[in-house]
């Protein structure tokens, strides 16, 4: 398994940006594809970005697409996820996760982080 913190979270007005960071520790960090995912209040933890192992290969929720980006940096075992016009909607708990592939799916990831907190006021 790896082990997977995040960071980067906060408070934000409407419109607002922030950048997610993911450190990665336990195995060589390029062998997991990654993802990011959120857990809203009252919602069930739904899909928001996914990234190859390499970083060739990106996936977004049609809800965050155009607004976040998802990259990673093997050299620095860390996975970025940055936020711009962040909307009250993207309030909710942001994981990281590591998989084999790259996929949507909460059921492919076996590793998870802890998650930190993004608030948008409105």
């Known amino acids: 398994q790896v082990q997977l913190v995040e960071s980067g979270g906060g408070l934000v007005q409407a419109g607002g940006s922030l950048r997610l960071s993911c450190a990665a520790s336990?195995?060589?960090?390029?062998?997991?594809?990654m993802g990011w995912f959120r857990r809203a209040p009252g919602k069930e933890r739904e899909f928001v970005a996914a990234?190859?192992?390499?970083?060739?290969?990106?996936y977004y929720a049609d809800s965050v697409k155009g607004r976040f980006t998802i990259s990673r940096d093997n050299a620095k075992n860390t996975v970025y996820l940055q936020m711009n016009s962040l909307k009250p909607e993207d309030t909710a708990v942001y994981y990281c996760a590591a998989s084999t592939q790259a996929t949507i799916s909460t059921l492919d990831y076996n590793d998870w982080g802890q998650g930190t907190q993004v608030t948008v006021s409105s």
């Open positions: 990234i190859g192992r390499s970083g060739g290969s990106t």
């Open positions: 336990g195995r060589t960090f390029s062998s997991y594809a």
